[in-house]
């Protein structure tokens, strides 16, 4: 069974709204937390990333907020732009990187 | 700085038939791994490797073989292949001897299994 579970599937957002991804874990023993961003036709790449001593944090119009007692932390993405569209990450790591599902985000002009 | 390199981008095959998956960094890393890419099931880990001569299975282990005789190279050999085995394939690099840091992703490769 996946480690991540990662909701929603696919997200609509016009732009200049705000963009939330939602992930839950299983495993306590994940200490790293990051979310990745795919274009089409590429690999994914590093968006931001939160260990578990911290609640949130925030880079530029990206933000990760973490709640390790509910094991469950949150992608936002803030005055959402057409070119943020693409397919989002969530993942968790301990000794090895287990990633969620994916979320496909559209931003509408 | 080429960073992770994969090859071949596409490949084509027939049920039953074998071949290798290459992948290369050039950042030192230590710590490399193989996923699959699937529609709606995101990345699933296949094999990892944390240093030259060791490695280990992720999820789906099963149809793959890896070895890591050196720190740059990490290849993925399909033993015979399936049409399950149908998806892109991605190799990733971290510095952090666990997984627990960024993963460098290469571009990917699209293997088709007829």
């Known amino acids: 069974q996946q480690q991540v579970k990662q909701s929603p599937q696919s997200l609509i957002v016009q732009k200049g709204g705000i963009s939330i991804i939602n992930c839950a874990y299983e495993n306590t023993a994940f200490d790293y937390f990051p979310w990745y961003q795919q274009f089409p036709g590429k690999g994914p790449a590093l968006l931001i990333a939160?260990?578990?001593?911290?609640s949130e944090k925030k880079e530029g119009r990206f933000t990760i907020s973490f709640n390790k007692s509910a094991k469950q932390f949150s992608l936002h993405i803030m005055d959402s732009q057409p070119g943020d569209s693409a397919t989002y990450f969530c993942a968790a790591s301990f000794n090895d990187m287990r990633f969620g599902a994916g979320t496909r985000l559209t931003v509408k002009p | 700085n080429a960073g992770v390199t994969q090859t071949p981008k596409f490949q084509v095959l027939k049920t039953g038939q074998s071949m290798t998956l290459q992948c290369a960094q050039d950042m030192n890393h230590e710590y490399m791994s193989w996923y699959r890419q699937d529609p709606g099931m995101g990345l699933r880990l296949i094999h990892y490797s944390v240093g030259a001569g060791i490695t280990d299975q992720g999820e789906v282990p099963n149809g793959y073989n890896v070895s890591r005789s050196t720190t740059e190279d990490f290849p993925l050999r399909l033993l015979s292949a399936a049409p399950s085995q149908t998806s892109v394939y991605f190799c990733?690099?971290?510095?952090?001897?666990?997984?627990?840091?960024?993963?460098?992703f290469g571009e990917g490769s699209r293997l088709t299994v007829l």
């Open positions: 939160i260990r578990p001593d911290v």
């Open positions: 990733a690099s971290s510095s952090r001897s666990s997984g627990s840091g960024e993963l460098f």
